[in-house]
């Protein structure tokens, strides 16, 4: 009897036991799903400090994003200013030169951006565009059309998660400059954009039916041929729209810059970041899977390659802190054997979809020999 008692006992702490850890993961699980799939506008901080001009050059207290090396944006609420490659550094100064802008005032909260343009075309870059809606199926998602000479070749740009269209102005003087139309589009849960049915980011999921819309937009105002250009998640969804949709076969070229290639590996990045161990990636996968409907292995390229397969253009910054370089190269390796027409130009020190900012001559180069050769666009 004594025996039984016991063994019934043990047996209900072992239940109760795996209640609570079954909770704990389901807990964690959620708590990482909401930081994947809400939309939530990010906390725009402002951690540097300003501390005056020298002659041409932008003052800014030493840290590990004053002292990038590259070209970058400095912002701060009311201004903004474009700044080049480190100048000098010495007791705790950096000095950049200004290239654009006007410099912040000394003791002024700043923020170090890979975005140096803010705004529209026309006030960032002095370029002719039209503020126009793309009909989608969840209802107008608003754009930037730049038009060029060539009408029959249009790029779509495809920005990342929680970013927006800005992230694409830096390339499009280069791509306005070889005669190519540019739609500068936003998706679903943008600001100023239709809402998900769920509130909730699908990843690439369901994204995609909005790059499908641009394509329509851009087929009915007379593209013949269309070169996708995304950052970060805007990789994935183009992975997606090269899967899914039954307009890919209009897409001539592809330009990838910092990737989502693989969820998982990037999942795993951003749990070692967070001290995080990452057998929970697992977990937070199967919670968001669950509550947004996303099979997590599709968005492995690799794996799960689409059928059609443009010529594409990779670049990655071997110091990706938020995107594993790794997803990028494992495409490029497998390349050959996926009979994909790939080439993958990697930066060394680049951080997150900052490649164009540390070595802008060696991707300015690398996007037109690319745009040449696949889309016969200008030098």
Do not use: C
């Not at 939530?40 to 003052?59: F, I, K, M, Q, W």
């Not at 802008?101 to 003791?107: C, D, I, Q, R």
């Not at 290639?261 to 967070?274: G, K």
């Not at 670049?315 to 993958?344: K, M």
């Amino acid at each position: 009897m004594a025996r039984g008692k016991i063994t019934r006992i043990a047996a209900t702490s072992l239940l109760v036991l795996l209640v609570l850890v079954t909770a704990a993961l389901g807990g964690i699980g959620w708590y990482y799903s909401d930081e994947l799939l809400e939309p939530a506008e990010v906390p725009r901080r402002h951690p540097e400090t300003a501390l005056g001009v020298d002659g041409g050059n932008v003052v800014l207290a030493e840290s590990r994003l004053t002292t990038l090396r590259g070209t970058f944006g400095v912002v701060w609420p009311g201004g903004s200013a474009k700044v080049g490659d480190v100048a000098s550094t010495k007791n705790g100064r950096v000095e950049r030169p200004l290239i654009d802008g006007t410099a912040p005032p000394e003791g002024t909260k700043v923020r170090i951006e890979t975005n140096v343009y803010q705004g529209n075309p026309k006030t960032a870059l002095g370029l002719v565009h039209s503020d126009v809606a793309v009909p989608s199926e969840l209802g107008d998602m608003p754009a930037w059309l730049v038009p060029a000479s060539n009408r029959d070749t249009w790029v779509i740009t495809v920005h990342g998660r929680g970013a927006s269209r800005e992230e694409a102005l830096r390339v499009v003087p280069q791509l306005h400059g070889a005669g190519l139309t540019v739609l500068l589009i936003s998706y679903r849960n943008d600001p100023g954009a239709p809402k998900s049915p769920d509130g909730l980011y699908h990843l690439g999921d369901t994204e995609w039916h909005d790059v499908e819309a641009a394509i329509h937009y851009a087929q009915a105002r007379g593209a013949k041929r269309v070169v996708l250009y995304g950052w970060s998640m805007g990789g994935a969804i183009i992975g997606q729209t090269l899967a899914r949709s039954s307009s890919a076969s209009v897409v001539s070229g592809v330009v990838l810059d910092s990737p989502v290639t693989n969820w998982t590996q990037t999942l795993d990045l951003q749990a070692q970041n967070r001290g995080v161990p990452t057998w929970l990636t697992p977990v937070a996968e199967l919670v968001s899977g669950w509550r947004a409907g996303i099979d997590f292995d599709r968005f492995d390229l690799v794996a799960n390659p689409p059928a059609l397969k443009p010529p594409t253009l990779v670049l990655h910054g071997s110091a990706d802190g938020t995107v594993p370089a790794r997803s990028s190269r494992d495409l490029a390796s497998a390349a050959d054997r996926l009979g994909w027409p790939l080439q993958y130009v990697e930066i060394p020190g680049a951080d997150h979809t900052s490649a164009w900012n540390v070595a802008t001559d060696t991707y300015r180069g690398a996007l037109g020999d690319f745009l040449t050769r696949s889309v016969g666009a200008r030098p």
